[in-house]
């Protein structure tokens, strides 16, 4: 990946994977080192907020919709509730108001473990809002990276990248 060209080899993806583990880890061993201080309500709220406003929405409406095509909005709100910009701004109006807590670990936690662990990444417009493989992509990581470099799912039917939001 380069300014021009916004995808990732295979490599670059397992680098980029391999970030946010160490974000994941680091995060992870200083909730251990003061789990005696954490406030559990908070952490648990923090934690289960981001898939609650951010994902689950936006699933339950692409499993009902017969063409898997959903409204933007369910796009929007996923990116918003899983980036790192929205929760930085998060924590820092919550230490403003309250003070700094451990509590709050529980929002990288969540973020790079669903980056670094589950490889999951903001939800592109164009794609189907749960990851289906993309014919096009598939051939185009092939012709740039070699045959091997396209890992899919086999057991998903290939779409064209036509299904995407309905507005």
Not at 42 to 59: C, N, T
Not at 111 to 125: E, Q
């Amino acid at each position: 990946m380069d300014q021009l060209n916004a995808f990732d080899s295979p490599t670059t993806s397992r680098l980029h994977q391999a970030e946010y583990l160490v974000g994941l880890g680091v995060s992870v061993a200083l909730f251990i080192a003061h789990i005696g201080e954490v406030r559990w309500l908070p952490a648990i709220a923090l934690f289960v907020s981001i898939d609650l406003i951010g994902y689950v929405p936006g699933a339950v409406a692409y499993r009902r919709s017969p063409t898997k095509r959903i409204h933007k909005g369910f796009y929007i709100a996923y990116n918003t509730m899983h980036s790192l910009i929205t929760h930085a701004a998060l924590i820092g109006v919550w230490i403003w108001a309250s003070g700094a807590e451990w509590a709050l670990l529980a929002i990288p936690i969540h973020l790079f473990a669903d980056r670094g662990v589950f490889r999951n990444s903001m939800k592109p417009f164009g794609l189907p809002f749960e990851p289906v493989p993309d014919e096009d992509f598939a051939r185009l990581t092939r012709q740039l990276f070699g045959p091997r470099a396209a890992v899919a799912d086999p057991s998903a039917a290939p779409v064209r990248s036509a299904v995407g939001p309905t507005r």
